[in-house]
């Protein structure tokens, strides 16, 4: 379960990092795993079919160490939404600076177009299966972004970048986010964040999942759920190249 000081800061920041969610040991072998898998699946995988994705994912996302989690933030029970798996490749020349690609870069942006207050009953976790930091691909917190943000906004579920407009109303508190496999971080439906390109030399991998509370998130000053249930949901998965 989350302390009652990293759900202050969850609600108050709009998200918390790192939070334990598996032995060092056991995220590198889902890398070793996923890569292998990547071998064989991944031409299907973009293609949208993502049986054997989802098959491997899917005790990730219910993990209980997870579930008990997010589920002081969200209230008794939660279902999974949709998970998401980036892969950046990596953007550094082997040799010389000179010949390095530009790096891929993912511009500020929320993960739900919904207005207040359904935001408040979705969150993000993400947990990088190699160590994360703002030069291999990092994500970028803006801190209180998620109160900062206009209510109503011409966000659609396929378009949530926030505009340059927007974004320079904001006080842009930047927190980059550094993680060690074994680690993730939470974030709130309405955290603006970014990323980086990958200057590492080996692609980063990260998995975005997201869930929804089904019923009202949990105020700091309120207890923790004894027992947290998971609803089951036919959620979707996909791959994503960048």
Same mark, same amino acid.
């Given at each position: 379960?989350?302390t009652?000081?990293? *759900?202050q800061? @969850?609600? #108050?920041?709009?998200?918390? %990092?790192?939070v334990?969610?598996?032995s060092? $040991? $056991?995220?590198n072998?889902w @890398?070793?795993?996923l890569v292998? =898998?990547?071998?064989q699946?991944?031409?299907?995988w973009?293609?949208? #079919?993502?049986?054997? /994705?989802?098959?491997?994912?899917a005790p990730?996302a219910e993990?209980?160490?997870?579930?008990e989690?997010i589920?002081?933030l969200?209230?008794?029970k +939660?279902?999974v939404?949709n998970? &998401?798996?980036?892969?950046?490749?990596p =953007?550094?020349?082997w040799f010389?600076?000179w010949?390095? *690609?530009s790096a891929?870069?993912?511009?500020?942006? +929320? &993960?739900?177009h %919904?207005?207040?207050?359904?935001p408040?009953?979705?969150i993000t976790?993400w947990?990088?299966l190699a160590?994360?930091?703002?030069?291999?691909?990092?994500?970028? @917190?803006?801190?209180?972004?998620? *109160?900062e943000l206009? &209510?109503?906004?011409?966000?659609r !579920? $396929?378009?949530?970048?926030?505009?340059? $407009? +927007?974004f320079?109303t904001?006080?842009?508190k930047?927190t980059p986010?550094?993680?060690?496999p074994?680690?993730?971080?939470v974030?709130?439906?309405?955290?603006?964040?970014s990323?980086?390109g990958?200057w590492g030399r080996k692609? *980063?991998?990260a998995?975005?999942?997201? @869930?929804q509370? /089904?019923?009202?998130?949990?105020? !700091?000053?309120l !207890?923790?759920p004894a027992d947290?249930?998971m609803?089951?949901r036919? %959620?979707?998965?996909?791959?994503?190249?960048?």
């Amino acid at each position: 379960m989350l302390t009652p000081e990293q *759900r202050q800061a @969850y609600w #108050e920041d709009g998200f918390i %990092f790192p939070v334990d969610v598996a032995s060092p $040991e $056991e995220v590198n072998q889902w @890398y070793t795993e996923l890569v292998a =898998m990547r071998e064989q699946h991944e031409e299907a995988w973009v293609a949208g #079919e993502v049986g054997t /994705l989802k098959q491997w994912l899917a005790p990730i996302a219910e993990r209980r160490s997870i579930i008990e989690q997010i589920g002081s933030l969200l209230g008794p029970k +939660v279902q999974v939404q949709n998970v &998401d798996v980036f892969v950046k490749k990596p =953007m550094s020349g082997w040799f010389w600076p000179w010949s390095r *690609r530009s790096a891929q870069t993912i511009r500020p942006h +929320v &993960d739900t177009h %919904f207005p207040p207050p359904e935001p408040e009953r979705r969150i993000t976790i993400w947990i990088p299966l190699a160590k994360a930091k703002p030069s291999h691909g990092g994500l970028v @917190y803006f801190a209180r972004s998620h *109160r900062e943000l206009p &209510d109503e906004l011409p966000l659609r !579920p $396929e378009m949530v970048s926030i505009s340059d $407009e +927007v974004f320079q109303t904001l006080s842009k508190k930047e927190t980059p986010v550094r993680l060690v496999p074994g680690q993730m971080s939470v974030h709130h439906g309405r955290m603006v964040h970014s990323s980086g390109g990958n200057w590492g030399r080996k692609p *980063r991998i990260a998995l975005a999942i997201r @869930y929804q509370g /089904l019923g009202e998130p949990l105020s !700091p000053n309120l !207890p923790t759920p004894a027992d947290i249930q998971m609803a089951e949901r036919d %959620f979707p998965v996909s791959w994503r190249n960048c």
